[in-house]
């Protein structure tokens, strides 16, 4: 019997051929998505890792002033540290920018694409993606700084993966940015003559025991250091600008001890000679009252220094004499200027005592000033300009990390796909258990267990599942599938060639799941569906819901009669919104992709009002007279898990550039919108930013939103960040202009210009297309497929009545009223619910799929777009039925006399 | 005449496999008359009143109803001459399940535009405390005068009936049979009943005998025996 039933499998096959087609159609398509998506990701997150082993990844690098002496790197390496110099200048030329170090020996080292290391001097390998985008090969002469070098291969290195110039860039521009690779001779004979500024002095650094990143940051900052001892002229112009104030007061403190001391020493010479001056004076006085004795002694009286005033007295009031008068006024003064010298000369040791203290005091204050003014200054310049861990590092990993999220959204598509696959194959089961059930009933009549019956129906869509898996998988992992989704990461990212990998889980998932899913369904569904006896399989019995007595007599006919089958092919209905739901939130997330990416473009091409950005590194004194003056910090702030530069613009009352008015205070900002939508901020939020270098955090509070959407930007007052990061009043380290301004390259870290920014705005387009043209179509065959198969499903089901009506003389105008045309209705209220829910849904699920991303998230459509994609879905469902229509007059008045229900 | 059949044919199957079932069929009835078509299983009848309703292409022959050729027409020209004409009652009633008793005879009402007062018709085959119901609901003589009662609606000129009681017990049938002696008396139907229930026959105006896809014997009865004195129904 079991070998009868089975012969019945392929005229089944044969029979519901474009049913079967269409739901192994869907299995594959869920199945290539999957794998196509998710073994692309493994592809890049296992290349990574296995290549991350071999190129021996950084653990983290860090740049200093100077270069460490022999000592200080023994030092380092003494903690089990590997560190390895990767020094590096940048050759600009046309626009173009060549970043050109040494080949690595023991950490990140190159990967090669094509060609060989460089053996010897005037060879090198050029970066793999600035090769492409300039058409570099192997064998080619390019010009690097007045020396022609040979290309002799292109590669990658695993700390340049994102090869962006600057960390805090955010996209890729491969056409103006590459690294050259020379011999170390080759990189010597190149800065040989050169001033110190010329190179960057980067270390790269692996940990190999229990001693952190940290512990080797704070090892670098206290090493010694004197920064007298960098020979860049502007590094000095500015460090001497900026220690400008502190010598003034270390100068004017100075000169206060000095001319203290010099007080101090003065007073002692004063005090050296008071006793001369009392000495002198007490002798005039005694000289004096020797002369006055002499000319007294006739009236018998001895004057002394203490009673010639009394004796006088005496004498004149006996004598009334007028020379004894005027001895006495002369002896008084005498004895007055004798006390005055006194008064002096203590008042010359009281200064002397006062300025020795003095003078103790001031060299006290110098001591203490120069002791705080070391501490202070120590912490601002040591050696170190840049530490940064690998993990912090957008360079390195980037396409790992990328692909994280897309590997997670393929493994959720899967599973929406079998949950679509599920109904579906529900459907069917259903309509071809009612279809067959008087033979079901007539075969238990006579003996057939239920269990060879379960196992006959599950065959089929068993082994289309499995076949679709297969498919879906085989497609997935083809290079064709993989290539195209690792053409975005190979188009964009500097990385090795990854090998497929074939994950076994994927492989399960792919080739297990959608069979195993089809045997529950089928399982539950068909054994529910043969519970029922013999007798009521036989006869066709079928259960009324509760639901199909709803009184429709205030319908016209036709109203009712579409109710009424909607109503009886619920299911059906149910399972076209539901193959709507999933593909519209597709649908959705690759329109989100796309707006995002039209949307960045856009913003950062309007909002980008300058053409010339100059990021200074030494800014002068004076502003060029062209330039508006900004203040500019980057901090960082987290979102799920990922740390996101955010850059803080010091803007002046009228900025030219920005449309930004952020209000005075250092705790208040302008945000940007791409700012507000990426952190969801409103007026009056605290927004705490952190500066990872320095272990601090700065809490501010939003005090208004900016129209500006370039990049995570966000705004405050200058002078009230001047404040809070302890500048000088007239400090500026960006400088933006309409036209190109004569700045010294030596002052300058870059020059970003308009054309550069929207080159780079475009690039995100560029390399989302794929994946969007992937989502999107995918989307519009899976809403295809399962809105026709459900469809067909339904006229299948409805065979029977459609050529009922057609014996009764219905046309076919009106045949397809009664049995499609209520679908409309289906499919625009559907639409209609689903276009929104699946946005409110995708656009909370869509800035999961770019937390990686420093930027907005500005998903809104044009409104536009809404009603075109509701025409879009009545379109298809009108080419549906159409094609369905052929169908609808395929079943002939006869059948009704064949078959009853 | 209204309906006249001239040699009618019809065959089944492909070149190597042919089964010709009408071998030239010969057949006329008058307005207003009841024809009951009588044969063995496989004789052909079916496939005759079929031929006579549009439902199955003719090889040869010709087919008039009311005087108009139906050989030949395009499918929606016999669509057309189905919904204007003919009415239909089947063996297994072939009822709309998800249809209410009402609804399913408003699916015929709908094509006509002038169709017989639906509750009067309702009424008069009984159905008014059924005309809410679901086929499923109903006892098979219940959902056969739904049957009647949506061929009737439209007031067809000619009511094709494949073996009307041959599903229902006798009790039933006669009340079914009644009943289509009632309409053709009110209505002047024109009926063609396919059946293989001898006693039919005695309540019809014509008979037709059907053997091997050819007309063997056909009579006029010259006293008809009203349904509900038929004998051994």
């Known amino acids: ?901 | 005449m209204y309906l006249e059949v001239k040699g009618l044919k019809k065959k089944y199957g492909n070149s190597s496999n042919t089964v010709q079932v009408l071998k030239g069929i010969e057949l006329s009835v008058q307005k207003g008359q009841m024809c009951v078509i009588q044969g063995t299983s496989g004789s052909g009848k079916s496939t005759l009143l079929n031929c006579i309703g549009g439902l199955e292409t003719i090889d040869e022959g010709s087919v008039k109803v009311s005087g108009k050729e139906i050989f030949g027409l395009s499918p929606s020209a016999l669509s057309d001459y189905r919904r204007d004409n003919l009415g239909f009652i089947f063996q297994f009633y072939n009822l709309v399940p998800n249809l209410t008793v009402r609804e399913n005879i408003k699916v015929c009402e709908y094509l006509t535009s002038s169709p017989l007062d639906i509750d009067e018709l309702i009424k008069t085959l009984g159905l008014t405390e059924h005309q809410n119901k679901f086929p499923s609901q109903l006892s098979g003589g219940q959902q056969q005068r739904c049957a009647i009662a949506r061929a009737l609606i439209k007031n067809p000129k000619l009511l094709l009936c494949d073996e009307p009681t041959g599903a229902l017990d006798s009790a039933t049938s006669r009340d079914i049979l009644i009943l289509l002696e009632e309409i053709n008396a009110k209505y002047g139907t024109t009926m063609l009943i396919v059946t293989h229930n001898n006693s039919i026959k005695d309540m019809v105006h014509k008979v037709v005998f059907v053997k091997d896809g050819l007309v063997v014997k056909q009579y006029e009865n010259k006293t008809r025996v009203p349904a509900a004195e038929l004998e051994d129904l």
Do not use: W
């Not at chain 1, 399982?523 to 006896?533: F, P």
């Open chain 1, 1 to 901: 019997m079991k070998r009868v039933l089975n012969k019945r499998i392929l005229r089944d096959l044969r029979h519901n051929f474009v049913r079967y087609a269409a739901l192994f159609l869907l299995v594959v398509l869920g199945m290539y998505i999957v794998t196509s998506m998710v073994a692309s990701s493994e592809n890049v997150i296992q290349g990574t890792i296995e290549k991350n082993g071999i190129n021996r990844v950084e653990d983290g690098e860090f740049s200093v002033f100077v270069p460490l002496t022999d000592k200080q790197l023994d030092e380092i390496r003494s903690n089990d540290v590997e560190i390895e110099e990767i020094f590096n200048f940048d050759f600009s030329e046309n626009g173009k920018v060549i970043r050109v170090t040494k080949v690595r020996e023991n950490i990140d080292r190159i990967e090669i694409k094509e060609g060989r290391l460089p053996e010897a001097d005037g060879e090198a390998v050029i970066e793999q993606r600035y090769a492409e985008e300039n058409g570099i090969s192997t064998g080619d002469e390019i010009n690097i700084s007045g020396k022609l070098l040979t290309v002799c291969g292109t590669g990658c290195v695993p700390d340049y993966d994102m090869p962006i110039r600057k960390i805090s860039d955010t996209a890729v521009e491969s056409s103006n940015f590459g690294i050259a690779f020379v011999t170390a001779s080759m990189y010597d004979e190149f800065i040989s003559g050169k001033s110190q500024k010329a190179q960057e002095y980067t270390y790269a650094y692996r940990l190999n025991g229990d001693y952190t990143a940290d512990d080797l940051k704070n090892a670098i900052k206290d090493m010694e250091f004197d920064y007298h001892d960098v020979d860049d002229e502007y590094f000095q112009d500015y460090i001497s600008d900026s220690l400008g104030k502190k010598d003034e007061l270390l100068d004017g403190i100075q000169e206060l001890v000095d001319g203290s001391a010099e007080l101090r020493d003065g007073l002692a010479d004063i005090k050296d000679h008071s006793s001369e001056l009392t000495d002198g004076a007490s002798d005039i006085f005694e000289l004096y009252l020797d002369q006055a004795n002499s000319a007294v002694s006739a009236f018998g009286i001895t004057l002394t220094k203490d009673n010639y005033a009394s004796e006088l007295d005496k004498a004149i009031a006996a004598t009334n004499s007028s020379e004894l008068s005027a001895l006495k006024e002369r002896l008084g003064q005498l004895s007055e200027f004798l006390g005055g010298t006194k008064d002096y000369t203590d008042g010359v040791d009281e200064a002397y005592d006062g300025s020795e203290e003095l003078a103790d005091g001031m060299t006290e204050l110098q001591d203490k000033t120069n002791e705080i003014s070391e501490e202070y200054f120590d912490g601002q310049i040591d050696n170190l300009t840049m530490f940064l861990k690998a993990g912090d590092n957008p360079r390195i990993n980037a396409a790992s990390n990328e692909r994280v999220v897309n590997k997670n959204m393929g493994l959720l598509a899967g599973v929406v796909v079998m949950i679509l696959f599920m109904y579906v194959i529900s459907v069917f089961v259903v309509h071809q258990i009612q279809s067959e059930s008087s033979v079901i009933g007539a075969l238990y009549a006579l003996g057939i267990k239920k269990k060879d019956l379960i196992t006959h129906y599950l065959r089929l869509p068993t082994i289309i599942a499995l076949l679709g898996g297969i498919a879906g998988a085989a497609i997935g992992f083809s290079s064709f599938a993989v290539n195209s989704q690792m053409s975005q990461i190979y188009s964009y990212y500097s990385v090795p060639e990854y090998k497929n990998v074939y994950p076994v889980y994927l492989l399960i998932y792919c080739i297990v799941m959608p069979p195993v899913t089809a045997i529950i369904v089928n399982y539950i569904v068909i054994n529910k569906k043969l519970s029922r006896t013999a007798l009521s399989l036989i006869r066709n019995e079928q259960k009324e819901s509760s639901i199909s007595n709803i009184d429709l007599r205030k319908f016209s006919f036709i109203r009712s009669f579409q109710i009424r089958q909607l109503l009886r092919e619920l299911r059906i209905a149910f399972t076209v919104v539901l193959g709507m739901f999933i593909s519209m939130l597709i649908f959705m997330i690759g329109m989100n992709s796309l707006t995002l990416c039209l949307n960045v473009k856009n913003e950062t091409q309007a909002d980008t009002k300058y053409n010339y950005m100059y990021y200074m590194k030494y800014p002068e004194k004076e502003l060029p007279a062209e330039g508006e003056a900004v203040y500019t910090e980057t901090l960082s702030k987290e979102y799920q898990g990922y740390s996101l530069d955010v850059n803080i613009f010091g803007i002046g009352g009228s900025s030219k550039y920005f449309r930004a008015e952020p209000a005075k205070g250092k705790n208040k900002l302008a945000v940007s919108k791409s700012v507000q939508q990426k952190y969801s901020l409103s007026v009056g939020d605290k927004f705490v930013l952190t500066d990872s270098a320095n272990d601090m955090d700065y809490a501010f509070t939003v005090d208004s939103i900016a129209d500006y959407s370039a990049g995570l930007a966000v705004f405050m007052d200058i002078d009230s960040m001047r404040e809070l990061f302890g500048r000088e009043d007239d400090f500026y380290n960006t400088i933006f202009s309409d036209n190109k301004l004569d700045i010294e390259e030596g002052r300058l870290y870059s020059v970003t210009t308009k054309e550069d920014i929207d080159h780079s705005s475009e690039v995100f387009l560029s390399m989302m297309r794929p994946t969007q043209v992937m989502l999107l179509s995918v989307s519009v065959v899976i809403f295809f497929v399962v809105m026709y198969l459900m469809l067909k499903v339904m006229i299948d089901r409805a065979s029977f009545g459609i050529s009922l009506v057609k014996v009764f003389g219905y046309r076919m105008n009106e045949v397809r009223k009664l049995y499609i045309n209520g679908y409309m209705f289906v499919v625009a209220i559907g639409a209609l619910i689903c276009i929104p829910l699946t946005k409110c849904i995708a656009d909370k699920i869509y800035p999961n799929i770019i937390s990686n991303t420093a930027c907005g998230v500005n998903i809104r459509f044009p409104l536009y777009v809404y009603p075109l994609i509701f025409v879009g879905v009545m379109v298809i469902y009108f080419i549906i039925i159409t094609l369905l229509v052929n169908r609808l007059k395929k079943i002939s008045p006869t059948e009704v006399l064949k078959n009853r229900e």
